[in-house]
């Protein structure tokens, strides 16, 4: 099996720009050698490239557009995100959803740049639908969830369940994660324990006051 992977969304929130990016990014690479579990960062766009210069965490971008070099104005290119050091990109993101043509036409170009693909999802029937357009992940995370401080691992271990199975039932080799809500090394397991192989983050690290106690505790666990 993989190892777990815990991926840090640090959206926009203004504790996860400038140098408490680079403090997260930091406290993300200290936990991950001592754990062996991968942490990865997903900062703002102008924020990859110092932060996968500077650290050697996998760094994602937040999105990136169905657009080819050319006549585009004020789009996220993904060869952009590509030359600026990402692994990869979240796709659909519930704060940046898109159509399922242009989440099909996201993981064309993130193929053909060697680009790690989780595409984000709301409830099973989406987890299903995703799974067939072959992304390497898919992230499920109930939107009502995110954001709130409520676990998705303990208020709807259900539909981490169900989107399990719906995505292995479609494509076995996609990978699935988890988020929303998820804040301590129980969440974490739980998540594990139902067949994700890891989970999707964001308030819990970004907002904390110490962001490397509180990935030492996602991480105990497991
Ligand atoms: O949207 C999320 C990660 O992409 C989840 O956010 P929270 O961890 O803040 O609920």
Same mark, same amino acid.
């Given at each position: 099996?993989?190892?777990?992977?815990?991926?840090?969304?640090?959206?926009?929130?203004?504790?996860?720009?400038?140098?408490?990016?680079?403090?997260?990014?930091?406290?993300?690479?200290?936990?991950?050698?001592?754990?062996?579990?991968?942490?990865?960062?997903?900062?703002?766009?102008?924020?990859?490239?110092?932060?996968?210069?500077?650290?050697?965490?996998?760094?994602?971008?937040?999105?990136?557009?169905?657009?080819? /070099?050319?006549?585009?104005?004020?789009?996220?290119?993904?060869?952009?995100?590509?030359?600026?050091?990402?692994?990869?990109?979240?796709?659909?993101?519930?704060?940046?959803?898109?159509?399922?043509?242009?989440?099909?036409?996201?993981?064309?170009?993130?193929?053909?740049?060697?680009?790690?693909? +989780?595409?984000?999802?709301?409830?099973?029937?989406?987890?299903?639908?995703?799974?067939?357009?072959? /992304?390497?992940?898919?992230?499920?995370? /109930?939107?009502?969830?995110?954001?709130?401080?409520?676990?998705?691992?303990?208020?709807?271990?259900?539909?981490?369940?169900?989107?399990?199975?719906?995505?292995?039932?479609?494509?076995?080799?996609?990978?699935?994660?988890?988020?929303?809500?998820?804040?301590?090394?129980?969440?974490?397991?739980?998540?594990?324990?139902?067949?994700?192989?890891? +989970?999707?983050?964001?308030?819990?690290? +970004?907002?904390?006051?110490? /962001?490397?106690?509180?990935?030492?505790?996602?991480?105990?666990?497991?």
């Amino acid at each position: 099996m993989d190892s777990p992977f815990i991926l840090i969304n640090l959206k926009t929130y203004k504790e996860g720009m400038g140098s408490n990016a680079h403090r997260i990014a930091a406290a993300a690479e200290t936990v991950a050698k001592e754990s062996g579990v991968v942490i990865g960062i997903a900062p703002t766009f102008t924020e990859l490239h110092p932060m996968s210069h500077h650290y050697s965490i996998p760094v994602y971008a937040q999105h990136i557009d169905p657009i080819s /070099p050319g006549a585009h104005t004020g789009h996220i290119l993904p060869e952009s995100v590509r030359s600026a050091g990402a692994r990869g990109t979240l796709i659909n993101h519930s704060e940046r959803r898109l159509t399922l043509a242009d989440i099909d036409a996201c993981l064309q170009a993130a193929r053909r740049l060697r680009l790690e693909s +989780v595409v984000c999802t709301n409830n099973d029937a989406t987890s299903a639908a995703a799974a067939a357009l072959g /992304p390497d992940y898919v992230a499920i995370e /109930p939107p009502e969830l995110i954001g709130s401080g409520v676990s998705v691992s303990k208020a709807d271990p259900g539909i981490i369940e169900r989107s399990v199975n719906a995505v292995l039932g479609v494509n076995p080799n996609v990978k699935v994660l988890t988020g929303a809500g998820i804040q301590s090394g129980e969440c974490v397991k739980i998540a594990i324990d139902l067949g994700t192989c890891g +989970v999707l983050l964001a308030s819990s690290v +970004v907002k904390a006051e110490d /962001p490397e106690s509180v990935l030492r505790d996602l991480v105990s666990l497991i």
